[in-house]
């Protein structure tokens, strides 16, 4: 088992509730609780100027990277 899954399964929580406005209710979550991987809804985490840093970094140098014509690629089986 990866390390990631490893963690996730011993930290990470799903659930779930029906809700007749959920983006009411997702504001409400956001405020509630320490979610620092999310910056929708979430700018006042601290974590959250860092993280928009690193995804704008991340953007800009995938953006940057060569891509591979798909229509001149072999399919190997």
Same mark, same amino acid.
């Given at each position: 088992?990866?390390?990631l ?16 406005? $959920? ?11 320490d979610? $620092? ?14 993280l ?13 990277? $060569?891509i ?10």
């Amino acid at each position: 088992m990866q390390w990631l899954d490893k963690w996730m399964e011993q930290n990470a929580f799903v659930c779930w509730v029906e809700h007749s406005k $959920p983006w009411d209710k997702e504001a409400d979550i956001f405020h509630e609780l320490d979610l $620092p991987l999310n910056i929708q809804l979430n700018s006042h985490h601290p974590f959250a100027n860092e993280l928009s840093q690193a995804r704008r970094n991340a953007s800009a140098q995938a953006i940057a990277m $060569p891509i591979t014509d798909q229509h001149n690629q072999r399919r190997r089986v």
